[in-house]
């Protein structure tokens, strides 16, 4: 194969209709991946190089890489954006359109784009855990001794770790996530047949509805006011609501929107990524704080799409640069594979090198560049290729 069929501008071709591609959803993944993976990546510079290193003193400077060592936020942000897109996918089809059929290839696309990478990873790593006995050092919330690895692995196959052990996955921590996306995934059908199938008059009600039932429901599992596992559904189902919400009203929210000047929006933008790294590691422990913390999360999640929406500001066009989108496009790869990487790269760099802030700072780019690096590779050779495949089953089906 020549090279240059693995240049970006090739490997990130759309095969769907250019006039229905979103690129500044992709620009709103890009801001979420980095969260996530600058944040995982300084959660171990503080572990493997700061708290070894006494020398390493400069209070503003360790300040800063704190303040930004929390990825949490980019995952409720990847939440909210798969309910911005599926309500998409859904919310056009037609009635008659809407039934086992098309329900059936939309599980059929989800299972062949999310299930073959995902496995990919936790098969090959419970095969170096169990069997090769690698399993790095460190890796402190993962590491459930009370669940064996064939427990957990049998568990992470059918995503229903978090809902069976209440844990994280020992094979891939990151894995909870996933499993709340798929859990998501299933029960999408049943919200949108009750969503979007009935009088329009109502349909701002219904939206209503929903959006208190999700609340009340996430509530309640959050606060543990019910026993409800915290790694499932319900503990973020909300997010998932709001980004319908944006999908149903993306109109009415882009023209909220169109008033606010071009550099304005950039500023907003970037402080809105700002803010969410410290909503990261903010804590909001009594019940009533639960509703300041949605309102603050939500509230800059919906404002990342409204700034989002405007292609003729610099904030629309940042979500829509060539190489911001492409990275956006390949974040299940990125997430996927950053973690192991930097966790080894990091554990290597801290055991090895004299640590000084040079060094930190230069190591910490290069580790970056090679999680963007391997995701890319990892797009490329794993994950599009299945994203393209179709059982044959589902082929014969499609054509009859």
Not at 177 to 204: H, K, M, N, T
Not at 370 to 394: C, H, M, Q, T
Request: hydrophobic residues 55%; positive net charge.
């Amino acid at each position: 194969m020549q090279l240059r069929q693995f240049l970006p501008s090739r490997v990130f071709q759309r095969s769907i209709n250019p006039a229905s591609y979103r690129p500044e959803i992709d620009g709103l993944r890009f801001f979420a991946i980095m969260m996530v993976m600058v944040g995982h990546l300084l959660e171990r510079v503080e572990r493997f190089w700061l708290e070894p290193n006494p020398g390493l003193d400069n209070a503003a400077i360790n300040s800063v890489l704190h303040f930004f060592a929390s990825p949490n936020q980019g995952v409720l942000l990847f939440f909210a954006i798969s309910g911005f897109i599926i309500a998409k996918q859904m919310q056009d089809v037609p009635a008659g359109q809407f039934d086992s059929g098309f329900v059936g290839r939309y599980y059929v696309r989800r299972m062949t784009r999310i299930f073959p990478p995902y496995y990919f990873i936790i098969l090959t790593t419970f095969c170096a855990y169990y069997f090769l006995g690698l399993e790095p050092s460190g890796l402190n919330r993962s590491a459930a001794a009370e669940v064996s690895l064939p427990e957990s692995l049998a568990a992470s196959l059918f995503y229903v770790h978090g809902a069976v052990f209440d844990s994280l996955p020992r094979l891939y921590a990151l894995g909870w996530s996933l499993e709340v996306e798929v859990q998501f995934y299933l029960l999408a059908p049943l919200i949108f047949l009750a969503l979007f199938r009935g009088d329009d008059r109502s349909a701002p009600w219904r939206c209503a509805l929903m959006l208190a039932i999700f609340f009340a429901i996430s509530f309640v599992a959050i606060n543990k006011i019910v026993p409800i596992n915290a790694f499932t559904i319900f503990s973020y189902i909300v997010y998932f609501g709001a980004g319908i919400a944006l999908a149903r009203y993306e109109q009415a929210w882009q023209r909220a929107f169109s008033g606010i000047g071009s550099a304005a929006s950039l500023v907003i933008g970037l402080g809105c990524v700002i803010g969410m790294f410290w909503l990261g590691t903010a804590h909001f422990a009594p019940l009533a704080m639960t509703l300041i913390y949605w309102f603050l999360s939500l509230g800059t999640i919906a404002l990342l799409f409204g700034l989002a929406f405007q292609p003729d500001t610099l904030f629309g066009r940042l979500c829509r640069m060539p190489y911001v989108t492409y990275i956006g496009l390949a974040c299940y790869s990125l997430y996927l594979v950053h973690l192991q990487l930097f966790h080894i790269a990091a554990l290597i760099v801290g055991k090895f090198l004299p640590m000084s802030y040079p060094v930190l700072f230069g190591a910490f780019a290069l580790i970056l560049a090679g999680g963007l690096l391997a995701g890319y590779v990892f797009f490329v050779l794993i994950e599009k290729p299945f994203a393209a495949w179709r059982p044959p089953l589902f082929k014969s089906a499609k054509a009859a």
